[in-house]
């Protein structure tokens, strides 16, 4: 987890590094197409995190509380994650 991490704070600094850039856009009246290009790669970024974050947790914590006899809390963070990611 500990290299995943470095990993996962690297890619946020990056895309905190877009959505400051993604002000000085809107500030500047920079063309709407541009500003939405630029939205659009945030997101993608956002949701790698997500993505990574999810096999993380599905790999290593959902499968330790199902070896714990705790299959309900594993079932209920899975439908909770898979319900967050549709919206």
Same mark, same amino acid.
């Given at each position: @987890?500990?290299? !995943?991490? $470095?990993?996962?704070?690297?890619?946020? #600094? %990056? %895309?905190?590094?877009?959505?400051?850039?993604?002000?000085? @856009?809107?500030?500047?009246? #920079?063309?709407? %197409?541009?500003? %939405? +290009? &630029? +939205?659009?790669?945030?997101? $993608?970024?956002? *949701?790698?995190?997500?993505? *990574?974050?999810?096999?993380?947790?599905?790999?290593?914590?959902?499968? !330790? &509380?199902? /070896? /714990?006899?705790? +299959?309900? /809390?594993?079932?209920?963070?899975?439908? #909770?994650?898979? $319900?967050? #990611?549709?919206?």
């Amino acid at each position: @987890m500990q290299n !995943n991490k $470095q990993k996962l704070v690297r890619r946020l #600094k %990056i %895309i905190e590094g877009q959505v400051r850039g993604l002000i000085n @856009m809107i500030e500047d009246g #920079k063309y709407c %197409i541009d500003i %939405i +290009t &630029q +939205t659009s790669a945030i997101k $993608q970024g956002l *949701s790698g995190v997500e993505d *990574s974050l999810l096999e993380d947790h599905l790999g290593c914590c959902a499968v !330790n &509380q199902i /070896k /714990k006899g705790q +299959t309900e /809390k594993a079932i209920k963070e899975i439908l #909770k994650v898979y $319900q967050l #990611k549709r919206k």
